[in-house]
């Protein structure tokens, strides 16, 4: 057909014989135009929704735009930002003032950064900081080296060593003390079985950071006090035990601390959790908060898998407990009740009190994250350790929890930017976190009836953090998912 | 787990309590057991020896003690001669309606910029991210605060609309008054009230009032009138799949068995509007939405929207797009599309996370305490607690009141799932 | 610090049996820091400044008690409290004294179990309204919408002052001042009440200060003052004698630039006892001799700390009023040293 086609064509004189250049297309067809007309303006409703955000758009701008550009950058009070305006706009009335006046950022950043934090030693949280992202990156990207996971197990001790202060010699015996029950349970578990080995390693963590000999003696003293027998006698006998021994020797780890740092005084100068605030406080709480709850979280996760009745039960009820109460109650559980349920006598920082509380209330949620990575593996990988003759601490320690921790991590991080905003919440027991510090700066005569600059400064300092992570699980989420299909 | 081993010949020994894995899972249970039950008695024994050091007894007769503070905000009735008994009810009442409330429209909210973000207007989609990422990545804390303070600083003072000139003016023909201390809005009151009426000394007339009563009785009419409506719909559409013809005027039938009895009710009663009016400081008079209230539900379905919408998106994605070309092929329109092939599917994955964002908001609701909303946390927990010195027995309530109510939303959560479950064979 | 804090904390959480409440005083000695709970905020009361140092009146009696202590001002921790929590951190022994204006009354001395060791400003909830409300009574606020602090005394005295008089108000509780301030500007409420000196505090910040009233009426009687545990006396005691010292040292005349010389230059037998020249009031209270010098060196007597931080010369401008001494016709009158 084409053939007896170009014959007629080619006999008649009015058909082009040869191919006319290929023509843009029409104006309204291509590049931007067609662009707005296709997405912007395709139908009537479309067009509507359109000018309307259009509108809403330019309404939001007119009104904050010239109050955030013409904002007051350089004056030392309020008041002396309103002057500045007087005198650079004329006089305006209005609560908020016609212009922001930042400077109330700049005579206070650095407070609502570090809260009251030694300012000649900022360097110390900047390289805290520094140190945790480097040692949480092997976890989080698994291209960079292994060998990195090292810097990943001392991170926390560096960290808290930066942050605190005080002789090196803690955060060291601390850590050989955490390694020392590693390796007891590495040992041992080759002798006695998984179980049996985790249960050695608690007991050498008792050992080492308690004083085993008042341990029993309290234990004694307790349960004599319960059946209602002789007061002390036994116990006391015991606690001479003691005086044998020399007494200062338990626990071991601080009394080792103690000898080394009079032996090689090392040390750094302290900080108070009181002297902490701002940012810098958000971050400590949220931080530690997700790393001390991760170990928790797998074993509750671990008990409500479990086909163990008592120890599921156990699990499933601490877990709906935590979670079924607002994180608020809990923070005021720990401001006003913690003392309560802990023995006479004992009393420690509220911040201490408050990474006690944010830790077993992230640990519920951490629990359901890592229970929804271990649901989602294949049964087959449960079967093939099983196959393979591991028992349940084996297979769970070699096959199942580190492809389920792996899968878990965007869940993980998605906790932790929940737990990193809801950190604001201990501005109702009397921290100082940023919104805490808003008050607080409100309350010098300098800066009395200032909102929104704060506000806006917290606000975008949240945003920034929280927007970064969840880019990145959702970026680790595509990536888990392209390996699975 | 337990596998099967060849019973041992010999009988009962005690090792085999660790060793056997029949016994030793018994066993590990049972050390558990009294290791859990050990540390929740060594709790209570502090707090029994902490107790009495402090001198203070565990006891809850404080809550039939005078409260002697006012709550602005009482859906039943409290004055400061009430008890902390019942400012916790009011509390209570107060966290469940600005729950309810902010439920519903954070859902509406979610789904329309969950769906909005998929739109193909540019524009819209971007302003549905910025409006979902805003929302995710900021404290709610800051939201609550941030809203409140726009609209006090935004809204007209009630003394504005004083005067021949007045600054601001009612909306919709003098009805509704929208000042920075709330929202007025008109009152239903009946002139025959169930309740029974006071009666006006000078003039004789009945003062309309609205009593409990009244609006059940017209609640349940409406319900009523709901499910007649539905009776007569199945009906006529079993005569259609009969006979094929559907009889007529169906729907105003239906209307009609909602409103005609309604109407009825309200005649009966003797219906009005009361209207909001300037009166000394405040309007008096209508329903008083407070500012805390409004700002605490904005916030809150603002904020829980935000991740109802990321929830639906996804649910939307979730359905293949084959769905959505089969629908076209059969020449379907978008929304018929949308709303009759992709959103029945999507719902089977919506629905779960849907729910336990309900349970975050109603816990988040305890942030009413930065908006001064009078909500359980703000009275029982907050008040209560600060004037009695009660904190143990205050906290225990509090915390056993949210726990209910989150395990009464987990058990309609998981009966919902288990009726919806693919059956998987 | 010998021992990090982090092991401070699991010897604490160790199952030692710690010896229950030993005495403050030695407790803080030991510390070499006196933990001293204040307000989270309240302009002239406590605030801490740009380089995050506290300010504030109640803040000088905690530095008055820290030089008295451990001879040093400086050596005080403050721990910010809310009204919810002031009561709690005071009994878990987190903080050894409370200088927090909270208010002496009888339930907190009694029930709670805290003593109060004086009084340190003589207060009373006011009203403050808008100047063009018109209105000069707060007899005048039936209907009214009244802003007032939660977990305060406020919103009981706020009750009963409208029962009383057989009005009618809408309470709307707020949570800090700073807030309750931006909703009383915007007009969200009619009425802004808190202690006389909260209102005049607040006021003097205003942008137009003269646009606004404090009603005459003075509807309850607020003695505020710093308080400790029951069951120390001896700290009770030390606290109490301090800020007795302050009042006292204003009457007699001794002042932080003139408290160095004036003990061994004086006749007066009561400024040499009270400096410790002569006699052993420091000895009995279970510290130094010049114990009340050191106060008065770090923070000056009464009247210097009144005039220093909500003073006339202040933005605040407080007058001294009933906290004017008792030979200027006040109420401060500070039992003799002797």
């Not at chain 1, 998984?194 to 004083?211: E, V």
């Not at chain 2, 404080?62 to 019942?86: C, K, M, P, V, W």
């Not at chain 2, 009966?268 to 300037?278: E, I, R, S």
Request: proline share 4%; aromatic share 10%.
């Amino acid at each position: 057909m084409s053939e007896v086609h170009s014959e007629t064509a080619l006999n008649s004189a009015y058909v082009r014989t040869e191919m006319l250049p290929e023509q843009a297309p029409p104006v309204t067809a291509a590049g931007p135009i067609k662009w707005i007309r296709e997405n912007l303006f395709s139908s009537i409703a479309n067009t509507a929704m359109t000018l309307i955000s259009l509108y809403v758009i330019y309404v939001i701008l007119a009104a904050v735009l010239p109050w955030m550009v013409y904002g007051i950058w350089d004056a030392g009070s309020l008041n002396e930002c309103r002057e500045i305006r007087d005198e650079l706009y004329g006089p305006m009335d209005g609560h908020g003032g016609g212009v922001a006046c930042w400077a109330v950022l700049v005579d206070r950043w650095d407070q609502l950064i570090f809260g009251f934090y030694p300012s000649d030693l900022y360097w110390r949280p900047i390289l805290a900081v520094v140190i945790f992202l480097t040692g949480i990156a092997p976890v989080l990207y698994d291209s960079l080296p292994r060998k990195m996971l090292i810097l990943t197990a001392a991170m926390p001790f560096l960290c808290f060593w930066l942050l605190w202060g005080g002789s090196i010699w803690g955060p060291i015996m601390v850590a050989l003390g955490f390694a020392a029950a590693f390796l007891v349970v590495r040992q041992m578990s080759a002798v006695t079985g998984g179980l049996w080995a985790i249960l050695l390693g608690i007991l050498a963590l008792l050992f080492l950071f308690f004083d085993p000999i008042q341990l029993i003696a309290n234990i004694l003293d307790w349960v004599i006090g319960l059946v209602g027998g002789p007061d002390a006698a036994l116990s006391g006998a015991w606690r001479s035990v003691e005086g044998l021994v020399g007494g200062t020797i338990f626990p071991l780890v601080p009394a080792l601390s103690g000898l080394l740092y009079s032996i090689l005084p090392i040390e750094i100068p302290a900080v108070q959790s009181r002297e902490f605030g701002g940012f810098l406080l958000a971050v400590v709480i949220g931080a530690s908060g997700i790393i001390l709850s991760m170990p928790l979280g797998v074993i509750l996760a671990l008990g409500r898998q479990s086909d163990l009745l008592i120890i599921k039960g156990f699990s499933i009820i601490f877990i709906e407990v935590i979670r079924g109460v607002p994180l608020i109650v809990w923070l005021f559980t720990a401001q006003l009740l913690l003392g309560y349920f802990l023995p006479p006598g004992s009393n420690f920082d509220l911040m201490v009190r408050v990474i006690i509380m944010v830790t077993l209330f992230s640990s519920a949620y951490i629990a359901e994250v890592i229970r929804g990575g271990l649901a989602a593996l294949p049964r087959g990988q449960y079967e093939g350790a099983d196959s393979l003759g591991l028992n349940y601490w084996q297979s769970m320690q070699l096959i199942i929890l580190p492809q389920a921790l792996k899968i878990s991590i965007p869940g993980i991080v998605s906790t932790f930017i929940g737990l990193f905003k809801d950190t604001v919440l201990v501005v109702f027991i009397g921290l100082f976190d940023p919104i805490g510090f808003s008050n607080a700066i409100r309350a010098d005569t300098d800066w009395n009836g200032i909102y929104w600059e704060l506000f806006i400064f917290i606000g975008l300092c949240f945003f920034i953090c929280c927007f970064g992570m969840s880019r990145y699980s959702q970026w680790l989420e595509r990536k888990l998912t392209t390996d699975h299909r | 787990m337990a596998t099967m081993t060849d019973p041992p010949a010999e009988g009962f020994r005690l090792s085999q309590l660790l060793y056997d894995t029949r016994y030793r899972s018994a066993t590990i249970q049972v050390v558990a057991f009294f290791l859990v039950m050990a540390g929740l008695v060594w709790l209570v024994n502090n707090v029994v020896i902490n107790l009495s050091a402090a001198g203070k007894d565990f006891d809850f007769a404080f809550l039939n003690s005078r409260a002697g503070y006012d709550i602005n905000q009482r859906l039943i009735e409290y004055s400061n001669d009430s008890t902390h008994r019942r400012a916790a009810y009011v509390g209570i009442l107060n966290t469940l309606l600005v729950a309810f409330l902010g439920c519903i429209t954070a859902t509406i909210l979610g789904v329309i910029a969950g769906v909005l973000r998929l739109s193909k207007n540019w524009i819209v989609g971007r302003l549905m991210t910025v409006y979902v990422e805003g929302f995710r990545n900021i404290p709610l804390l800051l939201w609550i605060i941030v809203i409140f303070a726009i609209m006090t600083e935004s809204m007209p003072q009630p003394r504005d609309f004083r005067g021949e000139d007045a600054e601001a003016s009612m909306i919709l023909g003098e009805s509704v008054a929208v000042t920075n201390r709330g929202i007025y809005i008109p009152n239903l009151v009946f002139t025959r009230s169930l309740g029974g009426n006071e009666v006006d000394a000078e003039t004789g007339a009945a003062i309309a009032s609205a009593s409990f009563a009244d609006l059940a009785l017209l609640v349940a009419v409406i319900v009523a009138g709901f499910f007649a409506s539905g009776y007569i719909g199945r009906r006529a559409t079993a005569t259609q799949e009969r006979t094929g013809v559907r009889p007529p005027g169906v729907f105003w039938m239906r209307a009609g068995a909602i409103i005609l009895p309604a109407v009825i009710v309200l005649v009966a009663l003797g219906a009005t509007l009361d209207y909001p009016q300037l009166q000394g400081f405040n309007f008096s008079g209508g329903i008083h939405l407070r500012n805390s209230l409004i700002a605490l539900w904005f916030a809150l379905s603002l904020y829980t929207g935000a991740f109802i919408a990321e929830i639906v998106r996804a649910g939307i994605l979730s359905v293949s797009k084959g769905q959505t070309e089969a629908s076209s092929a059969l020449g379907m329109r978008p929304s018929w599309t949308m709303n009759l092939v992709i959103l029945p599917q999507a719902m089977r994955v919506i629905i779960p996370p849907l729910i336990s964002q309900f349970l975050n908001l109603t816990k988040n609701s305890s942030l009413a305490l930065a908006v001064g909303y009078m909500d359980v946390r703000s009275t029982l927990g907050g008040i209560t607690i600060n004037q009695t010195g009660r904190e143990l027995e205050g906290m225990l309530l509090l915390g056993g009141f949210y726990l209910l109510t989150s395990l009464i939303i987990s058990l309609f959560m998981n009966i919902y799932n288990n009726s919806v479950a693919l059956k998987e064979r | 610090m010998k021992k990090s804090v982090f092991l401070g904390t699991i010897a604490a959480t160790a199952l030692v049996a710690g010896a229950a409440s030993a005495q403050t005083l030695a407790e803080v000695q030991e510390r070499g820091v006196l933990n001293c709970g204040v307000t989270t905020g309240l302009t002239g009361f406590a605030a801490p400044n740009a380089e995050g140092e506290w300010e504030g009146f109640d803040v000088a009696v905690c530095r008055a008690v820290a030089a008295a202590v451990l001879g040093d001002a400086s050596a005080v921790e403050f721990v910010p409290t809310t009204g919810q929590t002031r009561f709690t951190a005071l009994a878990s022994g987190e903080i050894d004294l409370l200088a927090r204006n909270t208010t002496w009354t009888f339930s907190r001395d009694v029930d709670l179990a805290f003593e109060f060791v004086g009084i340190n400003y003589y207060d009373g909830q006011g009203f403050m309204v808008p100047r063009e409300l018109g209105v000069s009574s707060a007899l005048e606020l039936d209907g009214a919408t009244v802003c007032i602090q939660t977990g305060t005394t406020t919103e009981l005295n706020l009750a009963d002052f409208f029962a009383s008089n057989n009005m009618s108000y809408e309470p709307v509780p707020i949570e800090t001042n700073a807030e309750a301030q931006q909703q009383y500007l915007a007009g969200a409420c009619d009425v802004y009440t808190t202690d006389a000196s909260g209102l005049a505090a607040t006021r003097a910040t205003f942008e137009d200060p003269s646009a606004h009233v404090v009603l005459p009426e003075i509807v309850s009687k607020e003695p505020l003052g710093p308080l400790v545990r029951h069951g120390d006396n001896e700290w009770g005691d030390i606290a109490r004698w301090t800020l007795n010292a302050l009042i006292a040292a204003e009457e007699l005349g001794v002042t932080s630039a003139n408290v160095g010389e004036i003990g061994a230059s004086t006749e007066n037998p009561e400024i040499r006892r009270l400096l410790g020249t002569e006699g052993d009031l420091g000895a009995m209270l279970g510290l130094d001799a010049d114990w009340a010098a050191r106060a008065i060196a770090a923070v000056g007597n009464y009247g210097e700390i009144f005039e220093g931080n909500i003073g006339e010369s202040t933005p605040i401008g407080l007058a001294r009023g009933l906290n004017a001494q008792w030979t200027d016709g006040g109420l401060l009158y500070a039992p003799p040293f002797r």
